[in-house]
């Protein structure tokens, strides 16, 4: 056996040569290898589909599932749960923002802007980022007189944010156009705290002093209040029509009065308060007529203001419509409680229309609340005043 040659082919015992078997072996595992998914290593290709391909049918059709790996899925998964949040999230606030915009544009359109100021600035305070809103809010208010609802809502929606060159231009014009309204109202102030620091040296320096009991010394303090603003007049730092509106207030008649708000109303028709008080200056007069005119004039500007429907609401009653008057009245304390004088005008249209026990329960809920009322008024409810004699005044 030392000089028998091993090689290929059988041995003189009918066996495969060493050789033989290692090379057999060999090529058998090279052809189980490439038989196998490239993949798993586990299951046999399958090219029933594909005569190129190099994955199992199970392996395939994960991959076809799963093309990445499986953790940059799960990232990818995540990413993608987030965004369809963000979207619904996005399509809700587009569809509340249609809705509100709707809305105040029906509101307006019908002559109710202080209901559309309302309405959008209550979008606003869940979606104060949203800037067509806040534009579409400070236009309305400047198109209508609403100027402190515009500053507000210019300081409100857009302080800090960034907006495009031409809403930039068009704000500033708008904040030009409201700084001498403001100039107006903060000179008035500081006018009037320099009016009670002389009134209090020009009385020895005692505070509480009366000017309704004293009347020479209330005279005097009109007059020369009154003339302060007449300086102003003519001045572009100040809003004119606002300063004629203050100086009536100080007029020592109604006919003095008058003349200065039609100045206010001349000079800026959008300003509602200008043209309602001019209203009551001829109803107090017993020019029905003029005053109907200056009120209507004040709702074709806003047809649910406030002011002016309770105005309205008191002509009507004068002229013998005490349910329609009634209903005016109510709509504007439904509208602004708080508005100057329109509790008191309520519960005189509840007594008008012989609802008694409901304007004495208004009454008591009222003074409940803290409000007080004065003689003129507990004179009417008692009977000492006609309401013809409450609301006009014989020249």
Avoid at 138 to 167: C, N, P, Q, R
Wanted: glycine letters at 6%; aromatic letters at 10%.
């Amino acid at each position: 056996m030392d000089n028998q040659e091993i090689k290929g082919g059988y041995d003189a015992n009918g066996q495969i040569g060493q050789n033989d078997n290692v090379q057999a072996e060999n090529s058998w595992e090279r052809i189980l290898e490439d038989q196998l998914c490239r993949k798993c290593h586990a299951r046999s290709i399958d090219r029933s589909e594909n005569s190129n391909s190099i994955l199992c049918h199970t392996c395939r059709e994960e991959q076809i599932r799963y093309p990445l790996p499986r953790k940059v899925v799960l990232i990818a998964l995540a990413l993608v749960a987030a965004l369809t949040v963000a979207m619904v999230q996005t399509f809700q606030v587009l569809k509340d923002y249609r809705q509100v915009y709707q809305e105040a544009r029906i509101q307006a359109d019908e002559g109710d802007i202080f209901s559309a100021l309302l309405t959008l600035d209550e979008f606003l305070e869940d979606y104060p980022d949203s800037v067509p809103v806040a534009e579409r809010m400070v236009d309305l208010a400047m198109e209508h007189g609403y100027y402190d609802a515009a500053a507000y809502a210019v300081d409100t929606y857009f302080h800090g944010k960034s907006i495009s060159d031409e809403l930039y231009a068009k704000l500033t014009r708008y904040m030009d156009r409201l700084k001498p309204y403001y100039n107006t109202q903060e000179r008035l102030e500081l006018l009037v705290n320099e009016m009670n620091d002389n009134l209090l040296k020009i009385t020895g320096g005692e505070e509480g002093t009366d000017l309704e009991a004293d009347e020479e010394a209330a005279i005097r303090w009109v007059r020369e209040f009154k003339e302060k603003l007449l300086q102003l007049t003519g001045e572009a730092e100040y809003d004119e029509a606002l300063l004629y509106y203050y100086i009536a207030q100080f007029a020592e008649d109604q006919k003095e009065a008058r003349e200065y708000l039609k100045k206010s109303v001349e000079i800026d028709p959008l300003l509602t308060y200008p043209q309602v008080q001019l209203g009551t200056n001829y109803r107090r007069s017993g020019d029905l007529e003029q005053a109907r005119e200056c009120y209507e004039q004040a709702l074709s500007i806003d047809s649910y203001n406030p002011g002016a429907l309770r105005v309205v609401g008191i002509l009507e009653m004068l002229e013998g419509n005490m349910e329609q008057g009634l209903a005016n009245i109510q709509m504007a304390y439904d509208r602004a409680p708080d508005e100057e004088y329109v509790k008191e005008t309520l519960m005189i249209a509840l007594t008008e229309n012989g609802r008694f026990e409901e304007a004495q329960q208004r009454k008591d809920e009222f003074e409940a609340a803290g409000e007080t009322f004065d003689q003129e008024f507990e004179d009417y409810l008692s009977g000492m005043i006609s309401l013809h004699d409450y609301y006009i005044d014989e020249e």
